[in-house]
């Protein structure tokens, strides 16, 4: 058992309802900003447990939001107010922080489940004569508008969009981009209603 788990008392997500609590998030802030090309607002909350690397990219993280333990999140990606990403989730961006060809961008009131994966680029595999590995990547931004709820075990591929005030399903695999107010679920995801 960590330190941090007995002075979170298991909370997966931050808190700073006791003073353990607030010394993990005090810690979890701290060693996010460590870094020259993270920015976060003093509000958020994020778990010391979390891993939040800028690698080439940069990385902003709004008011009011909350990273749990065991997230990671790398490379260009912006999230923005009263956003929460649960745990084990895994946000992975591309590019210099000029670029927005493979940033994740996260609006405000965004939920997203644990164990979520996004990441804004995949191997080229065109050629079947050369090894995958020496035929690059392309990337595709991620983006994620307002008020959208991400279930859990879903993936987000590169290049998509979901539209605001959407919910995606538990486990779905999206492909392609949602509109605005969908429910969308399943393996490729489909949008299966409407929320207006």
Sequence with gaps: MSLWTVLT??????????PGQRLAVWWGYRL???HKNVT????AKISPEAKISPRNGAIKIGENCSIALGAIVQGNVTIGENSSIQAYTILVGYGDPQDDQ??????NGVRIAPQVMMIAANHVF?????P???QGIEFGPIVIEDDVWIGGRANIMAGVTIGKGSVIGAGAVVTRDIPPYSVAVGVPAKVIKTRR
């Excluded at 065109?126 to 050369?130: A, F, L, M, N």
Aim: proline fraction near 6%.
């Design 9 to 18: 008392k298991g909370n997966s997500i931050p808190r700073g309802d006791s």
């Design 32 to 34: 996010a900003n460590r």
């Design 40 to 43: 976060v607002a003093k509000s």
């Design 102 to 107: 493979g940033r994740i961008s996260i609006g």
């Design 126 to 130: 065109r050629d079947p004569d050369r």
């Design 132 to 134: 995958i590995h020496g």
